[in-house]
């Protein structure tokens, strides 16, 4: 049967007397046990007493480094959209040229102002589009809405501008749709001179705004349906040619969960991309602006933030 707490002190005081007649050696060695046994706790009943848990702490994992010397674009922005943190950037509020990525505010516009079965017909204007595009015919006919996949999935600059003549009356007017629609919004770094993204010293965005643009964007079933189509066919109302449309977006099905959005290239802005990957709980949102290595860019950033927010904290 255990010792009660005033039988310890009883010994202790025992002990205390007879260290005064002993060496100073072994004193001072009963003198710690002496102080040791307050501290020691006393069994209840005989039993064995449990040791108190000690609290377990989080373990955070960072995710594998990127695997760059040198940032591989002029401008990035990774950020998860429903925390809203942002998981990488670099000069992520610099205005450069947005190329093509024009096109998702064009889009945007078109899909508030415009209705998707009206009739558009192609323009002289339009037809001569530079760079990119369908060699749409003066005078065919198309449904708007298959002017905005021919834009959104190939970035067509000749449907582009036969979709903006429409809705807007002219290019001009339209481009103060977009202008109005971006301060709305808050975009304070961008600036729209035309309606397709070709370069323009007044023509300007940022990779922050860009992904404010698209996170908006897609939040429209009819443009979130558009961006992730990988293959589509367009034919004129009033005639019988087709056109195969082929998605620019090289990550639509070579990543899962890649769901859009836009590519873009110009000499000045350098190729650009802006792509939305869904995983488990979370939605990335990439912006990439001038990287000479785009793809392999947007898959280590991609891996990156799967990683980041696949972390146990």
């Given at each position: 049967?255990?010792?009660?707490r005033t039988d310890y002190c009883w010994v202790g005081h025992r002990l205390l007397r007879w260290c005064r007649s002993v060496s100073l050696p072994l004193a001072t060695a009963f003198s710690i046990s002496l102080i040791l046994l307050p501290s020691l706790?006393?069994?209840?009943?005989?039993?064995?007493?449990?040791?108190?848990?000690?609290?377990?702490?989080?373990?955070?994992?960072?995710?594998?480094?990127l695997p760059w010397k040198r940032i591989p674009a002029h401008s990035i922005l990774l950020k998860e959209l429903?925390?809203?943190?942002?998981?990488?950037q670099h000069q992520a509020n610099k205005r450069l040229s947005p190329a093509s990525l024009t096109k998702i505010m064009s889009a945007l516009v078109i899909l508030e102002n415009?209705?998707?079965?009206?009739?558009?017909?192609?323009?002289?204007?339009?037809?001569?589009?530079?760079?990119?595009?369908?060699?749409?015919?003066v005078g065919e006919v198309f449904r708007v809405k298959d002017l905005l996949k021919a834009m959104m999935m190939v970035s067509a600059n000749d449907a582009c501008l036969a979709a903006v003549e429409h809705v807007g009356g002219n290019e001009a007017q339209f481009v103060e749709l977009m202008?109005?629609?971006?301060?709305?919004?808050?975009?304070?770094?961008?600036?729209?001179?035309?309606?397709?993204?070709?370069?323009?010293?007044?023509?300007?965005?940022?990779?922050?705004d860009l992904a404010q643009l698209s996170e908006v964007a897609m939040r429209n079933g009819v443009f979130r349906a558009l961006v992730k189509e990988?293959?589509?066919?367009?034919?004129?109302?009033s005639g019988y040619r087709a056109y195969v449309l082929h998605n620019t977006n090289?990550?639509?099905?070579?990543?899962?969960?890649v769901e859009g959005v836009k590519t873009g290239f110009t000499?000045?802005?350098?190729?650009?991309?802006?792509?939305?990957?869904?995983?488990?709980?979370?939605?990335?949102?990439?912006?990439?602006?001038?990287?000479?290595?785009?793809?392999?860019?947007?898959k280590s950033l991609i891996d990156y933030g799967i990683r980041l927010t696949n972390t146990v904290q």
């Open positions: 049967m255990g010792l009660a706790s006393v069994p209840a009943s005989g039993q064995e007493t449990q040791r108190k848990a000690q609290p377990i702490r989080a373990v955070t994992y960072a995710p594998q480094a429903k925390s809203g943190r942002i998981l990488y415009g209705r998707l079965d009206d009739l558009a017909t192609v323009s002289k204007n339009a037809a001569r589009a530079p760079k990119t595009h369908l060699r749409l015919k202008n109005a629609k971006a301060r709305s919004l808050g975009l304070h770094g961008t600036h729209f001179s035309n309606g397709c993204g070709f370069d323009g010293s007044d023509h300007y965005s940022t990779a922050e990988e293959r589509e066919i367009i034919t004129p109302v090289r990550l639509l099905g070579r990543i899962p969960g000499s000045k802005a350098g190729r650009c991309l802006i792509a939305k990957v869904s995983h488990n709980d979370s939605d990335l949102l990439l912006v990439i602006l001038n990287s000479n290595r785009r793809w392999t860019t947007a």
